[in-house]
């Protein structure tokens, strides 16, 4: 949503010392692919072992089958409440016209060339 470019522009606004450019790169592609990695390597070895119910949040003993209507339960409580919290949500931006976007000023290019925020 901000991108890289913007993102380049206010690391150097103001700024006493320029970064080498190479860090933009690593900003840009490095970073994100190296999270990326993270989280298919914890998904894999933990949370898809855990959703499937193979192993227990906390521990790697197999959960016990007195428990699983009780985690099913919280599943599908954490479930509702992030649903509700989106409707209302939802609900918030209609009653207050937020649907559209009349009102909104869309802001494009360099904000320091055209006078930006300051």
Known sequence: MFGPNRAW??????????IPRIFKHVMTY???LYLAVILVWWAKDDALPIILNHKSAGSASPVVP?????????????VAIVLILA???RWAWRRNGYDSRQGFVEVGGNPAASGGIR
């Open 30 to 32: 490095v970073t994100p």
């Open 66 to 78: 007195a428990d699983e209507p009780y985690i099913w339960g919280a599943r599908v409580l954490m």
């Open 9 to 18: 522009h206010e690391i150097h606004q103001g700024a006493d010392l320029k």
């Open 87 to 89: 409707v209302l949500v």
